[in-house]
């Protein structure tokens, strides 16, 4: 029998209106209140009897008053507790009543996410929000309450409606908090506004497709074979290193040389260059917090940048640091090095993306602005690193608990490089592409442990939507959080919480409708047209490097006996990933 659906209440309930009702009944009820109630005169020291009629007018002045009166004072006193006290019932009553006659009142979540924002705040400052996402879904269900107008949803179904191609659901006041508070200056990823992301993310992904990007596998090779040099000085050495550490200062160094040419230096020195990775740390922690609460960001923003702390201070550095590159590239033009032949080079010799970008403005300076120099360049670091250091982290420390698996790939690759199929010392993308095993380990890792950790947070459009059988009014805030649908039972199997690469392979062998099902719900980079544009250096970086740590070397976790703890402030960064390295056959 096919199963009925919903009706929409007859009085539709939207977010937007309600909150204006609600403006609108505190004006009438404070105010007229205050109006017609009787209160005594009383004569206010230093003001004139203006006063009076402006405070009941809700027109009070700004300036300070000075009372020096006890009675007056204490008449003042008496209504300023009265007024708190109908502000607060005014609230309760506001609460009770949106609560009540929401269509979404009997969504079930914890008691305190009812009331507003805080839980969730709460909840993400813990750095452990994948977790507790998770353990909502498996007590309460598909959709949960995880604030007063936000819901966080784990259903295949839901993925085309929020997600998909055609989407009309916007992100959310969440991603303000991850720019710049000037409108003008926006950025890709936190980009609101649909047709504008779309119109330059059209402007931008052929530099970023797979076809351009395996050009730059020379600079991966560089800094793949520099980050094998340390690993062998840590092995005579025996020393345990902070590899979550070490895979940062890789993706670091490689994304410095697809954008700029130039290595950071993060693989030769081991430490922070410049306070790059404090600062991107500073960002990922700003965002995913005051995003909860966006209308705070330009005052948080502005304070912090100010007294040089927190997010906005690390965001400012970044900026700062972009644009510094920027100026050298331009300085070294002026000099003759690139004198207005910006792209006419040695054909071997790809060009940077910086390069790129500024060839690109140069032949069409109102298609691609200064402005989009920039901003793409600030987003090669912001996404370009962390992203890459996480995958590769979680593809390492699965494989090191479960030695069998180490086992097979480094078999499949050892027998690819006796049948001639991938070179000795490096190996090819495209030989990497060839080995199933590989390819399977990799992404049942980006399964278990994918970069992001909290819902990608979107608004309902107008006119509603109706997800997992109920209907979410305009304004609503939805969103999936990528560990709960790559936990999901019902699309992964029983043993979803299990690292199996095999499962790929077998899905792939038997087709169908269980492959469809396992891709449709796999978003380590996103979904639809808000997928990571960088993913595919993320894929060059993991397949260059993850062959030759495999066979060159032999790890073991400090404490294998404990899972790792991590920290996840959007990315989930592990935050005691401990090895001892070996040389292989040692």
Excluded at 110 to 139: C, M, N, Q, T
Excluded at 255 to 281: C, H, M, P, V
Excluded at 494 to 511: C, H, Q, T
Aim: contains cysteine.
């Amino acid at each position: 029998m096919t199963p009925q659906t919903p009706e929409k209440p007859e009085a539709v309930w939207n977010l937007e209106s309600s909150r204006a009702t609600t403006r609108e009944i505190f004006r009438r009820f404070i105010f007229e209140e205050i109006r017609s109630s009787t209160i005594p005169s009383v004569q206010l020291t230093g003001k004139n009897p203006q006063m009076y009629e402006d405070m009941t007018a809700g027109t009070l002045p700004l300036e300070p008053t000075f009372v020096d009166d006890p009675h007056t004072a204490s008449v003042l006193l008496r209504y300023s507790i009265w007024l708190i006290g109908v502000l607060c019932l005014t609230r309760i009553v506001l609460f009770l009543y949106r609560s009540l006659s929401s269509p979404l009142r009997s969504v079930p979540g914890p008691f305190l996410a009812r009331f507003g924002r805080i839980y969730y705040f709460w909840r993400v400052s813990r750095g452990r929000w994948e977790h507790d996402d998770l353990a909502l879904h498996r007590k309460y269900g598909p959709v949960v309450r995880v604030a007063s107008d936000m819901y966080s949803i784990d259903s295949p179904e839901v993925v085309k409606k929020v997600y998909g191609i055609g989407s009309k659901s916007p992100k959310s006041d969440w991603y303000d908090a991850w720019r710049h508070p000037d409108p003008n200056r926006w950025t890709l990823f936190p980009d609101r506004d649909m047709k504008r992301h779309a119109e330059t993310r059209k402007r931008f992904q052929a530099m970023y497709s797979m076809s351009s990007l395996v050009n730059y596998e020379g600079y991966v090779d560089e800094c793949a074979e520099i980050f094998c040099r340390r690993l062998s000085e840590f092995a005579e050495r025996r020393e345990t290193i902070d590899m979550a550490h070490w895979l940062q200062c890789y993706a670091f160094d490689v994304i410095g040389d697809i954008t700029y040419s130039q290595r950071f230096g993060f693989l030769d020195k081991g430490e922070d260059i410049a306070g790059l990775l404090k600062a991107l740390n500073g960002v990922l922690k700003y965002g995913a917090l005051v995003g909860i609460y966006a209308s705070w960001h330009p005052i948080v923003y502005n304070v912090s940048s100010r007294l040089g702390f927190g997010g906005a201070a690390g965001r400012t550095y970044l900026m700062q640091f972009v644009e510094e590159r920027i100026r050298q590239r331009k300085e070294e033009a002026k000099a003759g090095k690139d004198v207005e032949k910006l792209g006419e080079r040695d054909e071997n010799a790809p060009m940077d993306f910086l390069e790129k970008l500024m060839v690109a403005n140069q032949n069409d300076p109102e298609r691609v602005t200064p402005y989009h120099v920039f901003m793409m360049g600030l987003s090669n670091i912001i996404a370009g690193s962390d992203t890459t250091a996480v995958s590769l982290s979680s593809i390492l420390y699965n494989l090191l608990r479960h030695p069998d698996k180490m086992l097979k790939l480094r078999q499949e690759i050892e027998d690819f490089e006796a049948q001639g199929r991938c070179g000795s010392q490096n190996v090819a993308f495209k030989e990497s592409q060839e080995m199933p095993y590989l390819q399977a380990v990799m992404k049942e890792a980006l399964r278990m442990h994918p970069a992001t950790g909290l819902p990608m947070w979107r608004v309902v459009p107008e006119g509603g939507v109706e997800l997992c059988g109920r209907y979410f009014p305009e304004g609503t805030i939805v969103g999936i959080n990528t560990w709960c649908a790559h936990y999901n039972e019902n699309v992964f199997g029983p043993d979803a919480g299990e690292f199996r690469p095999e499962r790929w392979i077998e899905a792939e062998k038997e087709g169908g409708e269980r492959l469809k099902s396992m891709e449709s719900y796999y978003m380590p980079f996103g979904l639809g047209s808000r997928t990571c544009l960088g993913r595919h250096i993320s894929f060059l970086e993991m397949s260059k490097l993850i062959p030759q740590i495999v066979r060159r070397f032999d790890f073991e976790l400090e404490h294998p006996e404990r899972h790792w703890a991590t920290d996840n402030n959007w990315f989930v960064k592990p935050t005691d990933f401990h090895v001892k390295v070996k040389r292989s056959g040692e």
